[in-house]
T-cell receptor
Framework: AQKVTQAQTEISVVEKEDVTLDCVYE???????LFWYKQPPSGELVFLIR??????QNEISGRYSWNFQKSTSSFNFTITASQVVDSAVYFC??????????FGKGTKLSVIP | DTGVSQDPRHKITKRGQNVTFRCDPI?????LYWYRQTLGQGPEFLTY????????KSRLLSDRFSAERPKGSFSTLEIQRTEQGDSAMYLC??????????????FGSGTRLTVV
């Protein structure tokens, strides 16, 4: 069975602070994919990144960066110099063994101006 | 193509009534998925279609739920005899069966169902 744990339910930061959202996953599959999605108040899920299990290179995209560590089954997401527009619920998700995604419960990020 | 469309955006219904939601995927996407998201939770998988064939169904999809995708284009999700526990956001997603398409979903904006 697949499982994704996002231990942080809610995080509040002041604008321009850096923030890291944690994600820990469980799977017995050796081939799998990890994702982060953003869900603003409007409700749609916005794709941020996909990584496969064979690529542990960290990735940076503008103010966003992702740290994938297979040794600790973690796929953490860091926002540098946070902005009010970053306020949303962020979901980590795992795809393995079938076409369905297993999502974590999400972390609500509030960036205070 | 403007993405995955879902209709209606919001639905309020009385307990015991039947409701039907529609999803129009991106036209070249042959895979279509339904997820349910309750308040404070992540989306949970309900079912998956490849073209018109329903290939996977979650245990969450009780006998009161039925999904169809006639002709492999749009899909409908019907809930019969709605219960208050059915109140949730119902999300549709589609993906293209390309080489690098693993889980390359595009989600719609969802249909928010409230059962009163």
């Amino acid at each position: 069975a697949q499982k994704v744990t996002q231990a942080q339910t809610e995080i509040s930061v002041v604008e321009k602070e850096d923030v890291t959202l944690d994600c820990v996953y469980e799977t017995r599959d050796t081939t799998y994919y990890l994702f982060w999605y953003k869900q603003p108040p409007s409700g749609e899920l916005v794709f941020l990144i996909r990584r496969n299990s064979f690529d542990e290179q960290n990735e940076i995209s503008g103010r966003y960066s992702w740290n994938f560590q297979k040794s600790t089954s973690s796929f953490n997401f860091t926002i540098t110099a946070s902005q009010v527009v970053d306020s949303a619920v962020y979901f980590c998700a795992l795809g393995a063994g079938s076409y369905q995604l297993t999502f974590g419960k999400g972390t609500k990020l509030s960036v205070i101006p | 193509d403007t993405g995955v469309s879902q209709d209606p955006r919001h639905k309020i219904t009385k307990r015991g009534q039947n409701v039907t939601f529609r999803c129009d995927p991106i036209s070249e996407h042959n895979r279509l998925y339904w997820y349910r998201q309750t308040l404070g939770q992540g989306p949970e998988f309900l079912t998956y279609f490849q073209n018109e064939a329903q290939l996977e169904k979650s245990r969450l999809l009780s006998d009161r739920f039925s999904a169809e995708r006639p002709k492999g284009s749009f899909s409908t999700l019907e809930i019969q005899r709605t219960e208050q526990g059915d109140s949730a956001m119902y999300l549709c997603a589609s993906s293209h069966p390309g080489i690098d398409s693993n889980y390359g979903y595009t989600f719609g904006s969802g249909t928010r169902l409230t059962v009163v």
